[in-house]
């Protein structure tokens, strides 16, 4: 059975605050990785793509580990909006499909 | 484009009772997916279609559960009878060339009550 674990938090963090989430994946064939976002009530949204090389958009950087399959994704300079539910997904290999971890809550508090 | 649609919003019904969420994927999208998100498991995907065939409906939860594509812009999911613990969040999802590199859109989902 495809696994992707998190930590389901809440991370409660001040703003201004650097923060950073694992989550950890179970099939080793899998190619693509994402970091979706959620807020309260609404629909997942796509915040990233995670490279292998590492990359960076802005405030956010997420980091692949293949060896360990192990995705990260780091939040710098948090602001009230960053507060939501990040959902860490990975691709189904072989599939058109995607597996959701059931997310980390992050709620950043003036 | 307006995104995927999803109808209804909210539904609350009686146990028995046949439920039919509907969906509209972003025109073009040769995918389209059904979720289920619960606290206790998250989201889950429950069946995919590719070019209006179904791909795999291995997530479905059992036979009281059906879901259909007539065509490129239509889809729908039913529960017959439908149970207290069917009560979910149910989301459809539409992309572009599989989910490996393309984003999945995601309606706003059906809140599904069953009392």
């Known amino acids: 059975r495809k696994e992707v674990e998190q930590d389901p938090g809440p991370f409660n963090v001040p703003e201004g605050a650097t923060v950073a989430f694992n989550c950890t994946y179970s099939?080793?064939?899998?190619?693509?990785f994402f970091w979706y976002r959620q807020d309260c009530r609404k629909e997942p949204k796509l915040l990233m793509s995670v490279y292998s090389s590492g990359n960076e958009d802005g405030r956010f950087t997420a980091q692949l580990n293949r060896a360990s399959q192990y995705i990260s994704l780091l939040i710098r300079d948090s602001k009230l909006s960053d507060s939501a539910t990040y959902l860490c997904?990975?691709?189904?290999?072989?599939?058109?499909?995607?597996?959701f971890g059931k997310g980390t809550m992050l709620l950043v508090s003036p | 484009d307006a995104g995927v649609i999803q109808s209804p919003r909210h539904e609350v019904t009686e146990m028995g009772q046949e439920v039919t969420l509907r969906c509209k994927p972003i025109s073009g999208h040769d995918y389209l997916f059904w979720y289920r998100q619960t606290m206790m498991r998250g989201l889950e995907l429950l069946i995919y279609?590719?070019?209006?065939?179904?791909?795999?409906d291995s997530g479905m939860p059992e036979d009281r559960f059906s879901a259909k594509m007539p065509n490129a812009s239509f889809s729908t999911l039913k529960i017959q009878p439908s149970e207290p613990r069917d009560s979910a969040v149910y989301f459809c999802a539409s992309s572009s060339h599989g989910t490996g590199d393309t984003e999945a859109f995601f309606g706003q989902g059906t809140r599904l009550t069953v009392v």
């Open positions: 099939n080793s064939a899998s190619q693509s």
């Open positions: 997904v990975v691709e189904d290999s072989g599939y058109s499909t995607l597996t």
């Open positions: 279609f590719n070019n209006n065939v179904p791909i795999d």
